[in-house]
């Protein structure tokens, strides 16, 4: 078997079938998978990963996905939003330990007074880390007006999860409604890199209802729409949304993992040059979670550098590791995961995805 598995890692194209299969594989011959990808992976891409400080800025949120701890119908959450001194503080503290880039994240909102903010919030930034500190936003759907402002205003990569790419799938775990409509999403992502983002998408994996065939559809539908970054983990329940009356009918949290890490390796092998994050949700289950997912296929991990006070309340899931952590604590604890998955730390760098620059010359 392990020779049909070293055939597909070979083959120019992976069809739907291939990919099912590698993302359906256990024991034995999924270690011998991950193992010969990530070699394979190593040798081709070299073993530099990038950091992005992550701050969670804002868990004030429009949307009311099914699956997730901030939605705006969740009562129990505790509602935050950070500051602009804090928030330029904390992009100062990614600059001053040559993180290299940053993101920011909140919950979605499009009225003017926060997309305005946004914008002079990104203007500041640029200006407080000399223009050197990469940005890469991830702040929902918007409009191409807003897209293209927050563009010139200093912001070059964008992540915008599809969540899944089954549009069934999609309305068991959003309402079915023009605020949470699959196409517009898709729409986005087409608007952002129109705009001229790197742009990255993603999907949860072991969802209610979900199967090995959407998530191989997923993949494909990553490479069709021949995005530059992925970050994608496994699906945690949270006990104050609507899909936690499911929690039964899932997977087990540790297929779950496995079915993610083996989500990755695959990906790597479909787009060998983009950006593929190490997702938080990974360290929920595994504490080593993101080490295996550096090993596998991830080249994008990021640190959670939002002030401490209000960590614990972005629960978009429960368990969520490094609440009560201090940022400092933070960059030191992943710098010895990183070496500890083989892997160095590309200091200082933006680690833009090399699929957006190939992707150019394509075009010419
Ligand atoms: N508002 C932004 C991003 C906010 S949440 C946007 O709309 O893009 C970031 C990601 O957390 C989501 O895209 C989703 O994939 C993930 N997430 C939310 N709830 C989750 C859960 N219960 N388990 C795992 N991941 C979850």
Redo the contacts with the bound molecule.
Sequence with gaps: MSNSISEIIKKEKLNKADLSYLLSLEGKERDDFLKQTGNHYINSLGKKVYFRGLVEFSNY?T?D?Y????RKGNSSSERYDIDDEAIIDAAKFAHENRYGSLVL????RSDKIFTDRVTALLKEIKKATNGELGITI????QTEEVYQEWFNAGAHRY???I?TSNKELYYKIHPKDEQHNFEKRIECLRTLQKVGFQTGT???IGLPFQTYDQLADDLLFFKAMNVDMVGM??????TE?P?YKYKDDLWPLQRRFEVALNMIASLRLLMPDINIAAAT?LQAIDPMGREKALRYGANVIMPNITPTTHRKDYT??ENKPCTDEGAEDCSNCLSIRVEMAGREIGYNQWGDSKHFFNRQIDKQ
């Design positions: 949120c949307k996905c699956y997730c701890g901030i994240q909140a919950g979605e991830s702040l929902g759907e992540l915008l999860r969540e993603g999907v949860m983990g496994p699906f945690i329940e949270h949304t899909l949700a978009l899931y």
